[in-house]
């Protein structure tokens, strides 16, 4: 069973930082290219970096490149959104999934993933 569990989110002050995480397991993470999206309410949700299944290769949304890094350490299944200079439009459901991708390339569009967590929730005080 493929769980992806996100945490890190909370409460942060406009131009601070947040570091969220993705903890895998039930599948062989160094295969699966990796990214975030996020939603906020009344929103769609929205791609924010992706990053593939090497780390070789990310890419991220215009709004959040610069002050968002994505990274991946295979050997802990695990991956991370270090998120800097946060706007109170950052603030949002942030979810990480999965996609089996043969290409070592980063994937941006969310219908293509195959698994997804349960999100973690980070909102920005202005």
């Known amino acids: 069973q493929v769980q992806l569990v996100e945490s890190g989110g909370g409460l942060v002050q406009a131009g601070g930082s947040l570091r969220l995480s993705c903890a895998a397991s039930g ?42 890094t994505i990274a991946r350490v295979n050997a802990k299944n695990t991956m991370y959104l270090h998120m800097n200079s946060l706007k109170p439009e950052d603030a949002a459901v ?9 290409e070592d390339a980063v994937r941006r569009g969310g219908a293509s993933y195959d698994y997804w967590g349960q999100g973690t929730q980070v909102t920005v005080s202005s």
């Open 27 to 68: 599948l062989t993470f160094s295969s699966y290219a990796m990214g975030w999206f996020r939603q906020a309410p009344g929103k769609e949700r929205e791609f924010v970096a992706g990053i593939s299944w090497s780390g070789r290769y990310t890419n991220y949304a215009g709004s959040v490149k610069g002050r968002f």
């Open 94 to 102: 942030y979810y990480c999934a999965a996609v089996w991708f043969k």
